[in-house]
């Protein structure tokens, strides 16, 4: 008898004890998902007016000195950056609160590749379809989650090498390769967190913003999982592993 109160009394105070903490962290969690929300809306206004303002100076770019034709392309270009981060900031947050772009519905990969790598204006040939899987998805977010990818490895991969669909059992594979350094092995997990700093080679490169972090939210939100690893010959290659559906009747 004394040892079963004991033991109820040491639960009791463990869970009085713990549920504080517990709330605190989830307060915090939801405060952090919050204030990015936030921010992302704050900053598309400015965002806006940048962009509008670039597009007409784009309008005369023919009459501008070659320096400022230089300098307009660099702008242009970290605008189009920024707007991608706000939106990956956006998106993640309504992820995270169980907010998504539509429902799920059957979806064949090769046609999101496709439509992916054109609208990113990748050359298709960089596209290799062993065999097409369907699967059960929302298109939206898996396509920014397989843009994130091609951007992250032109951004921080030196380009990419290739793009390959294939199957393995019951999993659609997509894998991308790139022609960067690789990722030191101790940051592979690391590198699908928020704003990580990681080790390519044996120097160290800049965060890599959220891109990866949605990527990965995204694909655990589809039931499957993604990975970083090494291509053969050099370089990094991102695994995404998806579950196939059956689609007959």
Known sequence: MALALGLALGMWVSRRTFEPVVRSLRSSVERERRLVGDVSHELRTPLTTLI???GVLKRYEADLPERCRLAL???TDEIEHLRRVLDDMLALARMEAGV????????SLKELLIHTVSGRKHAPELLTVVQDSMIRGRKLELERAVGNLLDNAVRHGGGIVGITLRRNGDEAVIMVDDAGPGVAVA????VFDRFTTV???RRTVTGTGIGLALVAETVSAHGGRVECGERPGGGARFIIRLPVCDTRG
């Open 52 to 54: 509008t303002s670039v």
């Open 199 to 201: 080790r390519a080679g």
């Open 100 to 107: 998504h772009a539509g429902d799920a519905d059957p979806l």
């Open 187 to 190: 940051d592979r997990k690391r």
């Open 73 to 75: 392309g660099l702008v």
